[in-house]
């Protein structure tokens, strides 16, 4: 069973930078599609970034275009995120998603396994 653990949460100041990791166990995400999608207090969860593969093509939603960027290691699967100028609204609960079968998609129904979850907020 596939089992993913997110972490590099925490607390930042508008303008920082975090990198969230999200480790697997269990398994490898090597050929698995890969989701980050965040969940802010009152709000749906909403797919952030998603890929398959490094050399193939990447989603992301209009508000984090140009300063977050998805990547994964290609031996185990371990996937990344690199947060850069964020800003409050930036601040939610942040979770990876895996999916073994079919493309990569912003979907959160899409997706059959999924971490816990890692805070993120960005604040003055």
């Known amino acids: 069973q596939v089992q993913l653990v997110e972490s590099g949460g925490g607390l930042v100041q508008p303008g920082g930078s975090l990198r969230l990791s999200c480790e697997v166990s269990?398994?490898?995400?090597?050929?698995?599609?890969i989701g980050w999608f965040r969940q802010a207090p009152g709000k749906e969860r909403e797919g952030v970034s998603c890929?398959?593969?490094?050399?193939?093509?990447?989603y992301y939603t209009d508000s984090v275009k140009g300063r977050f960027t998805i990547s994964r290691d290609g031996a185990d699967g371990t996937v990344w995120i690199e947060m850069n100028s964020l800003k409050p609204e930036d601040t939610a609960t942040y979770y990876c998603?895996?999916?073994?079968?079919?493309?990569?998609?912003?979907?959160?129904?899409?997706?059959?396994?999924w971490g816990q979850g890692t805070q993120v907020t960005v604040s003055s």
């Open positions: 890929m398959r593969r490094n050399d193939g093509p990447t």
């Open positions: 998603a895996a999916r073994p079968r079919g493309p990569f998609s912003p979907i959160p129904r899409h997706y059959d396994y």
């Open positions: 269990g398994g490898t995400l090597v050929n698995y599609a």
